[in-house]
Each structure stands twice: as structure tokens, then as C-alpha cells.
């Protein structure tokens, strides 16, 4: 129980839209995208959407829902070493991993401005076209306000 005296946290300034978490994304080595397809379905995910993303991006990406909700889960394979995916699973060892967080965000370039205002080191120069018709951009994992947040994030804006 927590006793009624106590001050509130204090709330930072909210970012224009952040809605909920989009998606998990989990990078993939080279060849295995459709073995670890196969494990998804047999825990029950069911595939929504396929695309190669090229670009700075140079992935191919499997959407999968999750049971009957809204939650996703992304499956990123690299098209090239060039691929950020590449290097990610060379840190990795080799083996599938966590990738990033995406949240969803009402204003792609409100989110933007905000982050960027609040000090998070943004990797994209502007909010650029995801796959899905999306609008998107990425967050480093080394930004914060008080401590490196310690993964990549993604802001999703909806198609």
C-alpha cells in the first residue's frame, strides 16, 4: 500500500502520441527466416504481412500477430552485410535476438521534434517511409534523459 501523504511522481512532458508498443522486433541471421517462421506458427503467431525493406534498411521483414490481439511481433532477416540487422546479429554472435521496441506515435514528425527538443539522439535526419505504408524513425540506444535507455527504439506512425 502506498500512503496517501506521498508526493506523485513527477511526469515528464508527454511526447505527442505515443499510443502503445507497435511491435517487437527480433533480428534473424541470413537463411533462418523461415525456420524461425515455422516456430512462431507453432506457438500459435500468425503471419500478417511479408516485405523486403531496402533502403538504409536492407531487411526482409516477417509481421506476426500474436494470438487474436494487437500485439506484433517483427522477424527481420538481412538482405546485405551492409544491413544494420548484419551488424546487430555480429554482436549478437550469430544468434536471433531482440532487435528493437516500436511504438506507435499519432504524429511521426510531432514525435520527432519532441524527442529531438528533449535531447534523444535521433538516427534519422527526418521521420522516412517504413514498410506498411508506415512512417517511421529510430531512436539510439545510447540516448536518455537521465540514463541511456540501452536499446533501439523505432516510432511507428500508421499508414
Given at each position: 500500500?502506498?500512503?496517501?501523504?506521498?508526493?506523485?511522481?513527477?511526469?515528464?512532458p508527454q511526447i505527442p502520441g505515443i499510443?502503445?508498443?507497435?511491435?517487437?522486433?527480433?533480428?534473424?541471421?541470413p537463411g533462418q527466416l523461415e525456420a524461425q517462421l515455422a516456430c512462431y506458427r507453432?506457438?500459435?503467431?500468425t503471419e500478417i504481412h511479408r516485405e523486403d525493406v531496402l533502403g538504409k534498411d536492407q531487411v526482409r521483414e516477417v509481421l506476426l500477430r500474436i494470438g487474436d490481439g494487437p500485439n506484433l511481433l517483427q522477424l527481420l532477416e538481412?538482405?546485405?552485410?551492409?544491413?544494420?540487422?548484419?551488424?546487430?546479429?555480429?554482436k549478437l554472435g550469430g544468434r536471433p535476438g531482440f532487435?528493437?521496441?516500436a511504438y506507435r506515435v499519432n504524429s511521426a514528425q510531432q514525435a520527432f521534434e519532441a524527442l529531438k527538443a528533449a535531447g534523444f539522439q535521433i538516427l534519422d535526419e527526418a521521420p522516412r517511409k517504413g514498410s506498411r505504408g508506415t512512417t517511421?524513425?529510430?531512436v539510439h540506444p545510447k540516448s536518455g534523459a537521465q540514463a541511456p535507455l540501452g536499446y533501439l527504439v523505432e516510432i511507428v506512425e500508421a499508414a
Open positions: 500500500m502506498f500512503p496517501e501523504e506521498e508526493e506523485p511522481l513527477s511526469s515528464p499510443l502503445f508498443v507497435d511491435h517487437i522486433a527480433i533480428a534473424v541471421p507453432a506457438l500459435g503467431f538481412p538482405l546485405s552485410k551492409d544491413s544494420p540487422v548484419a551488424r546487430q546479429l555480429e532487435a528493437h521496441v517511421v524513425f529510430f
